[in-house]
């Protein structure tokens, strides 16, 4: 995918098609969110891009042959939501369905990888309905405000984490995410898998934010894939830079080496016609090729010890 034809185009101003009366957002310098909701409409526009997403899954669920099930969405919808009876697939479920199935392979496949992390916009079911291994952890990082109705609405259907496993919810709030993760137990000299769908990003330097969370929690040969905003690339590139350039710099500076994901290739491999429109998220897949910083520290810390121990080795000989 060299250009973003076939993506919905934004002008560099794409944020504020937001209203800024809605919220306000800062970085803080480890990757953290400081979001303040500021409801003067009916619904915060957070918490509307979060249904809508659950209405797409919603519709999914109840095609003739689905990409996937998720028994869950239908809580989050209104109760006379419109089925979707047409035959091609929105981006949207080709996305969530590739992200599910990676998820399940990696977590399948590799051996000790028990660390899941989902950055969402709250309403995330995966830690619910997807057949996670025993002793997998889920970490989610999302808004806490919807986070915390979502999980309300959750508990009265009835949603249960799968057997064994632990669930452990992380505010996008928080002022260092990468503390905040580690405080609720993640260890960056364990295996981890990333991925990232929904996850408000206000600005470039938001993502970029987050991709050095990411990397310097991610041990070398982890996964991050996931969607990001097509208007982040839009931003960025002149005439001469494409899309893909554009993210092989952005995703390289931060560890990662990057494959943009067609659309078009994952619906062809499902068996399933893309709809017709253009889309506003770019679907990605990276691999780690840094060490984590948790890496990095303990090998400087056994550097330090085997210095330490040679040099009383050689006192001990004079």
Not at 152 to 161: D, E, Y
Request: aromatic share 10%.
């Amino acid at each position: 995918m060299d250009s973003l034809v076939g993506f919905a185009h934004a002008p560099a101003t794409a944020i504020l098609r937001r209203p800024l009366t809605s919220y306000t957002s800062r970085t803080n310098r480890n990757g953290g969110f400081n979001l303040t909701a500021k409801l003067n409409d009916e619904i915060d526009p957070l918490l509307q891009d979060a249904i809508n997403s659950a209405s797409l899954r919603f519709r999914e669920t109840h095609r003739p042959e689905p990409l996937f099930v998720d028994p869950y969405a239908g809580c989050f919808v209104h109760p006379n939501a419109q089925m979707d009876m047409k035959q091609c697939s929105h981006h949207y479920c080709l996305a969530t369905k590739y992200i599910d199935d990676k998820l399940l392979r990696t977590v399948n496949h590799i051996d000790g990888l028990k660390q899941v992390v989902l950055l969402t916009d709250g309403m995330d079911t995966r830690p619910y309905r997807l057949s996670w291994p025993t002793s997998t952890i889920i970490f989610d990082i999302s808004p806490d405000w919807v986070f915390n109705g979502a999980a309300g609405k959750l508990k009265g259907v009835g949603a249960k984490i799968p057997r064994r496993c632990l669930f452990l919810h992380v505010p996008l709030e928080s002022s260092d995410l990468q503390q905040t993760l580690r405080a609720k137990g993640f260890n960056g000299n364990r295996p981890s898998i990333w991925a990232m769908q929904g996850l408000p990003v206000m600005t470039l330097a938001n993502f970029e934010d987050i991709l050095l969370t990411v990397s310097g929690l991610s041990m070398n040969g982890c996964g991050f894939l996931g969607e990001l905003p097509a208007w982040l690339a839009e931003t960025e590139i002149v005439t001469k830079t494409s899309a893909r350039e554009w993210m092989d710099k952005l995703f390289m500076n931060n560890g990662f080496r990057v494959d943009m994901i067609r659309y078009e290739e994952v619906a062809k491999s499902l068996g399933k016609e893309l709809a017709a429109g253009p889309y506003k998220n770019i679907l990605f897949s990276a691999e780690q090729l840094r060490f984590s910083d948790d890496q990095m520290e303990t090998w400087r810390k056994e550097f330090q010890r085997v210095e330490e121990q040679g040099d009383e080795e050689g006192f001990e000989e004079l």
